[in-house]
């Protein structure tokens, strides 16, 4: 995805992909044996259609496959680095931190995203999970939103963040951003 492929592109550390490595993000069996040389894990992998009301989808990549992936870097000893969203915090406190108590909306992409997170916090022995929210660079879009703040980023942006905190070897949960904007402000950056 473009997160993961900024990461690659800024590090150059090994990148494995649903659609060349044929993984059935469902069914970590398969797909398993191609974590074994890595004793660091990070999971970009997301259904990202935010406003889909396909819940399935949702439930099993947003949410079993994060189990399935937790356990497996416990039961291997691997960290886990987990790329979240800051859709989690929809309908919370206005510039919410990592101490407020999340309330998604009503999006199942929110709601499996915030499950998936909780299983990382409560069952994983080492992780670092990252909630943040990125767009393109350039920003391919011909109109951005005046009225809507974000703390979100240009994904090299975001990614030269979380490469920081990864190389830190930061543990807990972060909510990884700049400074407040506008999304009309973020895309006139360029």
């Known amino acids: 995805g473009l997160l ?6 800024q590090t150059e550390w090994d990148i494995l992909s649903r659609s060349s490595d044929n993984i059935d993000i469902k069914n970590i069996t398969t797909w398993a044996h191609l974590l074994l040389p890595y004793d660091t894990i990070i999971n970009c992998i997301a259904f990202t259609d935010t406003y889909s009301n396909d819940k399935q989808s949702n439930w099993d990549i947003n949410y079993k ?5 937790t356990d497996y870097c416990n039961y291997h ?10 859709y989690i915090y929809s309908n919370s406190v206005s510039e919410a931190s990592e101490e407020d108590v999340p309330v998604h909306n009503n999006t199942w992409y929110s709601y499996t995203k915030l499950l998936g997170d909780a299983y990382v916090q409560v069952k994983s022995k080492n992780y670092l999970i990252c909630r943040e929210s990125h767009k393109p660079y350039p920003f391919p879009y011909s109109q951005a939103w005046d009225d809507v703040k974000t703390n979100g980023d240009l994904v090299p942006k975001i990614a030269q963040l979380i490469i920081t905190l990864i190389e ?23």
């Open 77 to 86: 000893q691997k960290k886990l680095i987990h790329i979240s969203t800051d």
């Open 65 to 69: 496959a994060v189990i399935e992936l």
């Open 168 to 190: 830190k070897d930061a543990k807990g949960v972060f909510n990884v951003g700049t400074e407040v904007k506008t999304i009309f402000d973020m895309a006139s950056e360029f």
């Open 4 to 9: 993961g492929n900024e990461l690659n592109k």
